[in-house]
């Protein structure tokens, strides 16, 4: 790969992001650059932490994570039904609520990232970003960059590209509800085409690719695991760590052999 305008593009997965650090890892000790940062759902939080540049907290971040910084307890079924027969609401409008709500309470998930993205060094930074989330009620797709984003409104679109519905609930931004990006395109690769980027770095968190057409292109790196990463909501410590360690080492291999 040559000194074309580079893009990292990183996917959605989950807990399976921690593999995205593990990559960025490589990147650093390779000193490789790049000048466009996109990503879907959690790639969108780790494309904001790669853009704000502290390797060590993203790091950080990932090793101590916890069901509790994302999400509290699960509503049953049980509890729906309760609450529907002590509702003031009609029927109709009750189901509209819960359809809003999710599955979870996602309020740690917002302190998350209220506490641990800072817009100002994102919009201040050299390097571009980019991320997808989905409008709810006509599932249409909006892949963005930072400077069609409004003003304040960053943490916003992060939080709707990884409200990743049913689970977590809808996210409203204005008078509109939005949910995962994922939806729509799970792998930004067109996204950050259309941001410039000549060459990219792909990070894919499928072991079979999501977008094939662009895994053989040559101005394409693209990156895969070589083993199971888990599941989207694998809270396991060791899980977690082994995957970071993955991503690197699979990244130095096929960095390697992309020089070769």
């Given amino acids: 790969m040559g000194n074309k305008k580079r893009a990292i593009v990183l996917s959605g997965g989950g ?69 529907f027969f002590q509702t003031v609401l009609s029927p109709k409008e009750f189901m509209k609520s819960k359809m809003i709500e999710g599955s979870v309470d996602n ?16 919009r201040s930074s050299a390097i571009d970003y980019g991320l997808v989330m ?3 009620k006509d599932r249409k797709g909006y892949a963005v960059s ?25 996210h409203q931004i204005g008078e509109e509800y939005f949910i ?3 939806y729509h395109d799970n ?6 085409i259309s941001m410039g980027a000549e060459e990219l770095i792909v990070v894919d968190l499928h072991q079979k690719p999501q977008h094939p057409n662009y895994a053989g292109c040559s101005n394409v790196l693209y990156l895969t695991p070589s083993a199971d990463l888990g599941g989207i909501l694998a809270f396991d410590r060791k ?22």
């Fill in 146 to 170: 930072k400077k069609e984003i409004p003003d304040g409104k960053m943490k916003d679109y992060i939080i709707a590209s990884s409200s990743v519905y049913p689970i977590f609930p809808m």
């Fill in 239 to 260: 899980k977690i760590n082994e995957n970071l360690e993955l991503g690197y080492r699979d990244a130095m291999q096929k960095f390697s052999i992309g020089k070769g």
């Fill in 15 to 83: 807990i399976k992001g921690a593999y995205e650090i593990g990559v960025w890892r490589a990147l650093k000790e390779l000193d490789i650059h790049y000048e466009i940062v996109a990503g879907t759902s959690t790639g969108s939080i780790n494309a904001a932490l790669m853009v704000m540049g502290d390797y060590e907290k993203a790091e950080s971040l990932w090793k101590n994570i916890v069901v509790g910084n994302l999400m509290t307890e699960t509503r049953t079924a049980g509890r729906s039904i309760k609450g």
């Fill in 180 to 182: 995962d990006g994922m």
């Fill in 134 to 136: 989905v409008r709810a």
């Fill in 187 to 192: 792998l930004p690769i067109d996204l950050a």
């Fill in 107 to 122: 309020a740690p998930f917002l302190d998350f990232v209220e506490k641990n993205i800072e817009e100002d060094v994102i």
